[in-house]
């Protein structure tokens, strides 16, 4: 694993747990009181696109701890596949931007055809000013670079959920 990828996606980190993410797996427990402070999911479906593997894993792992329930894809081609298949009941959708294949900024426009109201969140290493326009561009309602900490994500994901039940009303 090279140092990008130990250098950890997902840092989490509070004074109170010196709880980490590292690899694939809770390094310490959480601190419970922590844990509840933090947003949780109410059984909704989310789809995870990334062509790594660990990522995948660990940021399958935080969600199912919080409440959500979870698809991985570990390409644009698979996750089409997924969605076709749950398409009724995939709520949100994180995608990575740079994949081999198809890259996420096609699998943002290609999903988006299929359900023009669906939430994609972008996130991508390489977050430039010209990759969070361009995943704007493509339709990505939200974009969260990488490195990004377990209180980002649940907080993003409660923001976008938000957004679609105010626009539902």
Avoid: C, W
């Amino acid at each position: 694993m090279d140092s990008h990828r130990i250098n950890l996606y997902i840092a989490f980190r509070y004074p109170a747990s010196h709880s980490y993410f590292t690899g694939d797996k809770l390094d310490a427990p959480l601190d419970l009181s922590i844990e509840a402070a933090l947003p949780q999911g109410h059984g909704e479906l989310v789809l995870v696109i990334d062509d790594e593997t660990d990522l995948r894993i660990v940021t399958q792992q935080v969600l199912e701890l919080f409440n959500y329930r979870v698809l991985l894809a570990e390409s644009g081609t698979k996750a089409l596949v997924l969605y076709a298949q749950h398409e009724a009941e995939i709520e949100v959708v994180l995608t990575d931007i740079m994949m081999p294949g198809m890259d996420g900024f096609v699998t943002t426009q290609r999903l988006l055809e299929i359900n023009p109201q669906l939430k994609v969140i972008a996130t991508s290493g390489g977050a430039t000013a010209d990759v969070v326009a361009k995943a704007k561009s493509a339709g990505a309602k939200r974009f969260m670079p990488k490195t990004y900490t377990i209180e980002t994500l649940l907080k993003l994901f409660a923001a976008v959920l938000a957004d679609s039940e105010d626009s539902a009303h």
